[in-house]
């Protein structure tokens, strides 16, 4: 196997690693009843965020690798369509998800009982919401890369 082939390999094993645990992030908390277990389903999602860090800076770090290996890919549409979606899915998390996060987390650390408050529903679906944009992203991506429709 070529250099090249190694990273497509890493580059497709990150994929499956990276952002199969993100697709599920979102939908890990509906399930929950109480604050019991709604904080449990946040420290599972701190873990699988812990694989989409790890995976998506391989992607990034593959994916410009092999454009560096072959620049052709820099006149590929797909391509460079991919790597600015990904790009722009990458800022979401400290400038959009982050900022919604943090009243979530606090509200988690500081609420006391075993109901989970209203306010949570409300401050969780725009975080969700977000999340679902990212998801959609990259699904665009996932097809680009498939299809490399131009």
Not at 119 to 139: A, D, G, P, Q, W
Request: charged share 15%; proline share 5%.
């Amino acid at each position: 196997m070529t250099l090249y082939d190694w990273l497509v390999f890493i580059h497709i094993f990150s994929a499956i690693a990276g952002l199969g645990p993100g697709f599920a992030m979102s939908f890990l908390t509906r399930g929950a009843r109480t604050m019991t277990e709604l904080k449990h389903a946040y420290r599972l999602r701190h873990r699988l965020h812990l694989f989409v860090m790890i995976g998506g800076s391989l992607l990034l770090v593959t994916g410009v690798w092999m454009g560096a290996l072959q620049p052709s890919l820099f006149q590929q549409g797909w391509y460079v369509t991919s790597l600015a979606l990904f790009l722009v899915a990458l800022a979401f998390g400290p400038f959009v998800l982050k900022p919604r996060s943090k009243p979530i987390k606090a509200l988690l650390n500081e609420h006391t009982g075993e109901d989970i408050p209203s306010e949570y529903f409300t401050l969780s679906r725009k975080v969700f919401f977000f999340e679902h944009i990212i998801n959609i992203l990259f699904l665009i991506i996932i097809v680009l890369m498939i299809l490399k429709p131009f």
